[in-house]
T-cell receptor, first 111, second 115 residues
Framework: AQSVTQLGSHVSVSEGALVLLRCNYS??????LFWYVQYPNQGLQLLLK??????LVKGINGFEAEFKKSETSFHLTKPSAHMSDAAEYFC?????????FGAGTRLTVKP | GAVVSQHPSWVICKSGTSVKIECRSL??????MFWYRQFPKQSLMLMAT?????????EQGVEKDKFLINHASLTLSTLTVTSAHPEDSSFYIC???????????FGPGTRLTVL
């Protein structure tokens, strides 16, 4: 069985500040890990994913995430928040093809 | 990148009617497609896994007789909400797995409103 926990349903940062969205996972096999972004009334857009290899993964829009097996974490970061980053972010874990999502974190960016 | 389309993007129907939602992989073949449901301000919940040429696998608590899934070809899966009720109003999202790139691609979603 696999699951994902996103710490913090709502994160608020100032424009230009560091963005940190937390994700911890549980998986009985080496996981595939994902971060998706969802803008209002739209579908999901893949930000980045980790499968194997380098543990620091770079994605689109300046986001990156680091896979830490010892901490079972896959936190999403961005050095400098932009107003356009305001959205809902979902962390997901997959063992092969079945994907499970976290509850989501709503990111608000203040001017 | 790979594209997954859904049709319709939104639909309003009367209680008791049935609604069909299509999910298509436009430029790749998908032996497996997934159907999710998202209630307002909540995460996605996996409803069922659709396998081409075989019966869908439903998650616990999802009524298979109410949410009919058909995956007749490698590029098309359909979800039919039968005898829809207001509580079925939700955002339905499909995804399709591309085995070549080992990535799931999500459709834009279909918003269903049942009056």
């Amino acid at each position: 069985a696999q699951s994902v926990t996103q710490l913090g349903s709502h994160v608020s940062v100032s424009e230009g500040a560091l963005v940190l969205l937390r994700c911890n996972y549980s998986s009985s096999v080496p996981p595939y890990l994902f971060w998706y972004v969802q803008y209002p009334n739209q579908g999901l857009q893949l930000l980045l994913k980790y499968t194997t290899g380098a543990t620091l993964v770079k994605g689109i829009n300046g986001f990156e995430a680091e896979f830490k097996k010892s901490e079972t974490s896959f936190h999403l970061t961005k050095p400098s928040a932009h107003m356009s980053d305001a959205a809902e972010y979902f962390c997901a874990v997959s063992d092969s093809y079945d994907m499970r999502f976290g509850a989501g974190t709503r990111l608000t960016v203040k001017p | 990148g790979a594209v997954v389309s859904q049709h319709p993007s939104w639909v309003i129907c009367k209680s008791g009617t049935s609604v069909k939602i299509e999910c298509r992989s436009l430029d790749f073949q998908a032996t497996t497609m997934f159907w999710y449901r998202q209630f307002p301000k909540q995460s996605l919940m996996l409803m069922a896994t659709s396998n081409e040429g075989s019966k869908a696998t439903y998650e616990q608590g999802v009524e298979k007789d109410k949410f009919l899934i058909n995956h007749a070809s490698l590029t098309l899966s359909t979800l039919t909400v039968t005898s829809a009720h207001p509580e079925d109003s939700s955002f339905y999202i499909c995804s399709a797995g591309d085995r070549v790139t080992d990535t799931q691609y999500f459709g834009p979603g279909t918003r269903l409103t049942v009056l």
